[in-house]
């Protein structure tokens, strides 16, 4: 028995709420059980250096986390004077993520940065971060479709993101902290609607595990992000 | 006529709402009109080194605001790598009003610190800060006390602050941002429930203005402070 | 009494030296008993990137000690690569001080530094950085006029600053570092040649302050800060 | 045809230089084609904070790349005052795949620092660090146990890593610079030596890739680690 | 004829002014020519982790400018964040300087820190903190015996500095700033009252000098350390 | 008897390899005793900001060294984000050494950036980057004339760099680390192909030294960079 004491192919209870910032051009508070996060996008009618007048648009994220976010208080990063090296791995997963399924053509020359802070912190915090990140991020273009700052919405798909984890060898779903803490291997995959897999993270935490073993997980993704997709989909009202 | 349309001695609409975070000792999140912050108090048990062996508490506050917290994205702190001297002078306001309600020898060698971080900015944010930083403070005392860690609560009286402005010459309760932004004048009021006084911090932003204009400002941050007595008593059940 | 032995109303000795830095535009030295401040004004030809293009003029502060300054030494900013909380609210509160008394716009788009560095450390350094920095900036106009590169000076009018404090319930003027240390309370008042108020920053260091008291501060202010302007008038040769 | 004319299942040429670094404790010079870093182990006879007292031992890592190592020049990070958010990824990864076959009890109370530093970059650069860091760290501890620091040797199996990545939609092994800017998907795979997996960091650069592609890149990297692992073996005599 | 009009062999008029600074246990103002820096010599009861338990004392210093002590202003270092590295060059000269002159065993584990903040830069502003350094660290040793925490002074020598340069092929001494931007070689020496050479730091800025002109560079900085070892004797009232 | 047991006039082995790094323009490992430092030097085609515009060029140059270049492992400057100010001041003293031998109105506006970094420290690590820096300069420059982007080489001559050390009051030659350690006194020397003097760096560790010693020391510099010649005319095959 996992210590949830959820199924092993359980996901907690998700909540997903669209336009939860007031001035952002999209936005979504996602829970997964305990764990919170403020996912917004903000809309710039410009791009970073590397990418001036060559028609295509940019899609990046910045992760951060509440000092008190979590058990016991962590050191706030803008007075530490710098970002973790967690922190920026985890800001460069989500960007790589959501531009996955976005035609940066289509998007014309703007950008997107996708603000994901974490309010509480209960495990699965970048998972939930990329699947409140994909509502946002998609509410942003159809309020640039309404502004007629761009003709269509360039989102070409949907990505969602969930953790899975070995518990006495066995594969469960959507780890939460205290799981994630003890699991003997961790893993994160970004998956698309259609099936695609955008980006695997796992990681032994203890013993190396086996072929099969991944496969496992990879199934309860699966079966995970489908659950996420459809919450994302009557988040956008689609 | 302000530009809210509200009474010139009318606050903006007041919720408090206790225990808002799951992991810290004390919390409070506060909204005064789309104004909204989340305090947090956590509790540590021991004090800076200039304290030590003295047998006092600290009691200290940090502040921060959500990039996209404001109607465009500022700046992330932690990607700059340093907190603005404006966030760094508010956060020193909010400590100082703190600790004139604490009785820090009744404290013991504990320290608490208050993060108080916006999630949406509509004017008077380091104000509503303060406000709801007491009622985290409180509910992370009585959380010490219920704990046994500290014999009884070492709070002595309330805190709260408002901002007061000049508005056609005449002073307006409570400033929203497009009011602070083209007022004559500015001036934030930290008051104790007993009526004193624990820090003015008054800028004339435009035509320096004259004493009966500071007294008048004065006045309206007492009856505004007394709603927001009211509404922290409440909100610690008092 | 209070330790200095001054009567409540006495200020220090003053002494402005106009033209004290050899290769300001502007400059003077000022002391308040031992407190020494050299305030430099850095005449510009450029304003900063949010004023391009605008046809107004900057005036802004920086303000900084030498290591041994004070009492025991403390950390040269310069080697802990930062600037601390206190030292950024004070140039902030030297910027918007002097700006209150110039017409940006008959500047045109030129930038003034105001550099104010302490020398010697005896309480009310910022008060004595803002009437120091006064003279200094008018000088750097009188410079800028004599170089024909503006038509006329455009400062409106005198602006000063003095601390008052509560000791033994009673208002006294112009703190000392032991007298500020150990005062009640302690405000800082930036008020014009004209009885204008530009600021006011008043803290309870114990017990909060009443009304009352705060207007007994106030009235000492005036009568302060009047021999401070008589002194900058006779310093710039007026 | 890959771009490199490599068949899919080629390494490139391999070469570890034992020994390589004059004052380290391990050290070990890797060259997988062009790309060429040298790894140092570094031994330190205490343990960070957080192990102090636990009686065991810790490997870390830290990654860096001389400014030229690369086609164009990059900043040096020391000048710039800050490591990549890349750099710390990379770091992070070689530590976490170390510490999977180190039995850190048995080390006792000391630490090792692995270095690894690209002298030359041509794709691959994290995955030859994380197989030259093992000869490094293998002999770092043979020299402890011939100075009778410790009793035997700690590491409890091989570890290598290797890139492989999909191109024209098929798995290929081993990706140099070029072939790795232009391929579909882009994995890591960090494996023991018994087969077991310590981490996949798998990444669709273009389209999202599929299961079966997953399971084709897998099979590739146990062939080309069955190499490193030989090549590991000679290095330090076994 | 060199630019100043001064003769090849002659200094600019030196001031000492020992005391200067009210807080420093010693300090003094030295002028060369319009150059003006500040020095004080700042006591503490420890010494630096490296010496603790050695029965040995510390002496080390800081450089500054003012911002304005430019012909045009500079950056504040505290501003940017960090020290340049000419700062850090010359700090290190100047504590390195003065320890050559001081008996460390003799001092016990005191630390004395020497800070040099130019006020006026006219070239030549490193030698003159490292003349008017002395005369600090001597004030502050002559305090420290007085107050017996030292049984006697533990200075063993004088020590003095002055720049010398090739104008028009020929050495010229004591250069003054536009001296040194012309010059064609531009040579700190730092020299001990009996004649010792503690560092020469010799630059040729344009074509590379002789023997014989290093040589003749050497000379002059006799002559004038001879004046500078002087003023030094008379202002600690030898 | 010197510690290395050389004679006092004696160079350790010189090795130098051109070409050493595969993607610099122009590349040179050097090597002197155990000491090695890798030069690459990179060209740009532009010039920083104080430049632009005036048809010259600019050569500077940045120095680092791995962390377990050295005895005991020294941190790394890029994970503590700065250079220290030893770092600086040998970058300051390449940069002005190569551009002493470089005509820079013959370069255009080109920029060439030397990065010395040493792969093993055993004592002169900055006299051999100034020697190996020559080469890779000199190479890049070639590779710029076959590429047509300049029509001829601008280097005007060569320099190189040795330290020498008083021992027992006696004169050595190119001290390696146990040597410099304990060493009188140690002084850089910068000289040309024709005999100029490009730099000195003399400094007394002890006991201040005399002008006879001095002089002693810059013959066996001449003797010792006399074969630095030697070696860099063959390494570019002059």
Redesign the interface.
Known sequence: MRPSGRAADALRTIILEPGA????EG?CRIRMG?TEV?C?A?V?GRVPGFLRGKGEGWVTA?Y?M????????GD????R?????????I??LIG?SLR?VVDRKAMGELSI?L?C?V??A?GGTRCAAITGAWVALHLAFQHCVAKRVIAANPIIGQVAAVSCGLWGGEPVLDLDYAEDSAAQAD?NFV??G???????????EG?????AQ??GL?GLARKGTAELFAAQRKAIGA
């Open positions: 910032a007031h001035h952002a936005s305990l403020l917004t903000s710039e910045e951060g509440l000092p008190r976010a979590t058990h016991s208080r706030r990063e803008a007075a004077g710098k970002q973790s090296g967690r922190t920026q791995e800001q460069r790589r996955a940065t603000d802070d309010l509480t209960d893993a998956l698309t259609t099936g695609g897999i955008v980006e695997i993270q796992a990681t032994a013993e190396p595990f086996a072929e991944l496969l990879l």
